[in-house]
């Protein structure tokens, strides 16, 4: 089957209406829900191919949120799908107005290499549980985990309904050629705009996650040691590739040589050899060399060490690094971390608000109006505060970027948004009829109660 039948046939599938049922997306997700627990064993497996991530990582960054995401949608699925009765204004006397979540209908998911088990199934949930048919195109360089889900994906769906196109870079073009109703795509801003363009040309909605440098702030007065064990957590975490990893650290030049200090010992800690058997690689060698170019010896006080055979980098922290560096150039997506000095809070914000809208914020402060004025007046995705990535694994809050770090917002509730348009319907009633709108106007007899009802 080529892509545009495959299209075709979920488009008439779509259009008997059978994805309306919510029972029908209720026995999708418990089948979907089961079948990730029957291959729980090989999914690590395939993590562990692809990314070298341990069981213990996997499950907690990939398997076990997808779940969460499932359960979530059954519980809460009947309340996300009932008619929702709204106030009717006096100037459309007598009538009921009403909002129903519908279906976009034909989706097409575009998922990333990094957490290629969580964002290609994921968005797919809160897909299905809105009632939309789904094509998932996951990443060529996570060949392992993309094939598991094909395998996955085919046991527990027809065609029609879900299926898996694997391939790489000609089969994402035949793909944007199609006219789905709905594009979801997690990954980079640049290829996030050719997303954007390419759907421009018929018009579809597309939901954008991308990702950008994401600013770590400490500040004079914040619990450095703390701060040091959760930065080091959060931006090591998948071999720091992750989206929503602190890229870069701002601090406050009093806590400086502490914090230094401090994110040695946490490495160190954590990251005691960066051999060992539980610490993620570089997904392939093109990125494995486009992170070596980014790490500066003259700049680096901890790591820089590499295993070309296994694609591994060690833990490699940067001090006294400017805006003009190479690493400062682009978001680095690896395990390199930049420490740059700032002197005060004013000079904070003004080097803050020069750069594109970040997907994650980190604030690491005792002072709540300090963190107060960063939260309100700065442009972000989302925030953790005194810790990193955590705001993401909630499935009662939405998650999302805004300008150059993505449009769009799913998990949970969100994500059932995300997948759904919301109509407005109003019925009215014919016992009664106002005359005030109808030609010929009377202004005289109908001025003032016209204004009674608008203003």
Same mark, same amino acid.
């Given at each position: 089957?080529?892509?545009e039948?495959?299209v075709?046939?979920? @488009?008439?599938?779509f259009n008997t209406g059978?994805?309306?049922?919510?029972?029908?997306r209720?026995n999708?997700?418990?089948?979907?829900?089961?079948?990730?627990?029957?291959?729980?064993?090989?999914?690590? $497996?395939?993590?562990k191919?692809d990314l070298n991530?341990?069981?213990?990582?996997?499950?907690?960054?990939e398997?076990?949120?997808?779940?969460?995401?499932i359960?979530?949608?059954l519980?809460?699925i009947?309340?996300?799908t009932?008619?929702h009765?709204?106030?009717?204004?006096?100037?459309?006397?007598?009538?009921?107005t009403?909002?129903?979540? #519908?279906?976009?209908?034909?989706?097409?998911?575009?998922?990333?290499?990094n957490?290629?088990?969580?964002?290609s199934l $994921?968005?797919?949930?809160?897909?299905?549980?809105?009632?939309?048919? *789904?094509? %998932?195109?996951p990443?060529?360089? #996570?060949?392992?985990?993309?094939s598991?889900?094909?395998?996955i994906i085919?046991?527990?769906?027809d065609?029609?309904?879900?299926?898996?196109?694997?391939g790489?870079?000609?089969?994402?073009?035949?793909l944007?050629?199609?006219?789905?109703?709905l594009?979801f795509?997690?990954?980079s801003?640049?290829?996030g705009k050719? &997303?954007?363009? #390419?759907?421009s040309?018929?018009?579809?909605?597309? =939901?954008?996650?991308?990702?950008?440098?994401?600013?770590?702030?400490v500040?004079d007065?914040a619990?450095?040691k703390?701060?040091?064990?959760?930065?080091?957590?959060?931006?090591?975490?998948n071999?720091?590739?992750t989206?929503?990893?602190p890229?870069y650290?701002?601090?406050h030049?009093?806590v400086?040589?502490?914090?230094?200090?401090e994110?040695?010992?946490? =490495?160190?800690?954590?990251? #005691?050899d960066y051999?060992n058997?539980?610490?993620v690689?570089i997904i392939?060698?093109?990125?494995f060399? @486009?992170?070596?170019?980014? %790490?500066d010896?003259?700049?680096?006080?901890?790591g820089?060490?590499y295993?070309?055979e296994?694609?591994?980098?060690?833990p490699t922290?940067?001090?006294?690094?400017?805006f003009?560096d190479?690493?400062?150039?682009?978001?680095?997506?690896?395990p %390199?971390l930049?420490?740059?000095e700032?002197d005060?809070?004013?000079?904070?914000?003004d080097i803050?608000l020069?750069?594109p809208?970040p997907?994650?914020?980190y604030?690491?402060? *005792?002072?709540?109006?300090h963190i107060?004025n960063?939260?309100?007046?700065?442009?972000?995705?989302g925030?953790?505060?005194?810790?990193t990535?955590?705001?993401?694994?909630n499935?009662?809050?939405?998650?999302?970027?805004?300008?150059?770090?993505g449009?769009g917002?799913?998990?949970?509730? *969100?994500?059932f948004?995300?997948f759904?348009?919301?109509k407005?319907i109003?019925?009215?009633y014919?016992? &009664?009829d106002l005359p005030m709108?109808?030609?010929?106007?009377?202004?005289?007899?109908?001025?003032? &109660?016209?204004?009674?009802?608008?203003?």
């Amino acid at each position: 089957m080529n892509i545009e039948e495959a299209v075709h046939k979920q @488009r008439m599938f779509f259009n008997t209406g059978t994805t309306l049922d919510v029972e029908y997306r209720i026995n999708g997700l418990k089948r979907l829900y089961s079948t990730i627990r029957k291959y729980e064993d090989e999914i690590y $497996e395939a993590l562990k191919l692809d990314l070298n991530k341990s069981d213990y990582e996997s499950y907690m960054c990939e398997v076990g949120l997808t779940l969460n995401e499932i359960s979530y949608m059954l519980k809460h699925i009947h309340s996300f799908t009932k008619t929702h009765i709204k106030k009717t204004p006096l100037s459309q006397f007598h009538a009921r107005t009403y909002t129903i979540s #519908s279906p976009y209908g034909n989706t097409l998911i575009i998922s990333p290499w990094n957490y290629p088990f969580l964002l290609s199934l $994921e968005p797919l949930v809160d897909a299905l549980a809105s009632g939309n048919t *789904a094509i %998932i195109k996951p990443s060529e360089y #996570s060949y392992h985990t993309s094939s598991l889900i094909d395998r996955i994906i085919s046991e527990c769906f027809d065609e029609e309904y879900v299926m898996v196109i694997n391939g790489g870079i000609e089969v994402s073009k035949e793909l944007l050629k199609q006219k789905f109703d709905l594009i979801f795509f997690t990954g980079s801003t640049s290829v996030g705009k050719e &997303i954007y363009q #390419s759907a421009s040309e018929n018009l579809i909605p597309v =939901i954008l996650e991308l990702g950008g440098k994401s600013p770590c702030i400490v500040e004079d007065g914040a619990d450095i040691k703390m701060a040091a064990r959760r930065i080091v957590f959060g931006k090591f975490l998948n071999a720091g590739q992750t989206c929503v990893a602190p890229d870069y650290i701002l601090c406050h030049k009093k806590v400086h040589k502490e914090l230094i200090e401090e994110l040695i010992k946490e =490495i160190k800690l954590q990251y #005691s050899d960066y051999f060992n058997p539980d610490y993620v690689r570089i997904i392939n060698e093109k990125h494995f060399n @486009r992170l070596l170019r980014l %790490i500066d010896k003259s700049k680096t006080v901890y790591g820089g060490n590499y295993d070309c055979e296994t694609l591994r980098i060690e833990p490699t922290l940067m001090d006294n690094v400017t805006f003009d560096d190479l690493v400062m150039k682009e978001e680095i997506f690896g395990p %390199i971390l930049p420490v740059i000095e700032y002197d005060n809070y004013d000079n904070l914000y003004d080097i803050l608000l020069s750069k594109p809208s970040p997907l994650a914020l980190y604030i690491f402060s *005792a002072d709540q109006k300090h963190i107060d004025n960063l939260t309100h007046r700065l442009s972000f995705g989302g925030c953790s505060i005194n810790d990193t990535v955590i705001h993401l694994a909630n499935s009662e809050t939405p998650f999302g970027g805004v300008g150059n770090s993505g449009m769009g917002s799913y998990h949970g509730k *969100a994500g059932f948004d995300a997948f759904s348009h919301t109509k407005t319907i109003v019925k009215k009633y014919n016992w &009664i009829d106002l005359p005030m709108r109808y030609q010929p106007y009377n202004r005289h007899l109908y001025n003032r &109660i016209l204004r009674i009802f608008l203003k």
